[in-house]
């Protein structure tokens, strides 16, 4: 009966997530953002295929599901064990998420 009505409901998949984000706890004891604040509305924006959207709110985004992706192919595929492409990979989103941040601090 309660499946039935999640089904047939006319709200989205989008819709609920825009109205299911979690609260950041970093933001929410100092009142400061975290460096990952906005992953979240950056995901459903991408989601939404709104490309630009989803950079403006959060620049490293796209960069941290590139990495997520090319983390797990490495893993599920052993035997090309490519880890030097992995590393740069990493190494470009924590400065891309670093550098992203210090923005946000000092000019937003």
């Known amino acids: 009966m309660i499946t039935s ?3 047939c409901s006319s709200v989205s998949f989008v819709d609920w997530l825009q109205n299911h984000l979690l609260p950041c706890p970093f933001k929410t004891i100092t009142g400061f953002d975290c460096p990952g604040c906005g992953f979240q509305r950056s995901l459903v924006a ?3 295929g709104d ?3 989803s ?3 959060y620049p490293p985004g796209i960069s941290i599901i590139i990495s997520f992706l090319s ?3 490495f893993y599920n595929f052993p035997k090309n064990r490519k880890y030097f492409l992995f590393k740069p990979i990493v190494i470009i989103t924590g400065n891309i ?5 210090i923005y ?4 937003a």
């Open 5 to 7: 009505h999640v089904f």
């Open 46 to 48: 991408l989601i939404t």
């Open 51 to 53: 490309f630009f959207k």
């Open 55 to 57: 950079l403006l709110l």
């Open 71 to 73: 983390g797990l192919f």
């Open 97 to 101: 998420i670093m550098f992203s941040y």
């Open 104 to 107: 946000k601090m000092l000019f």
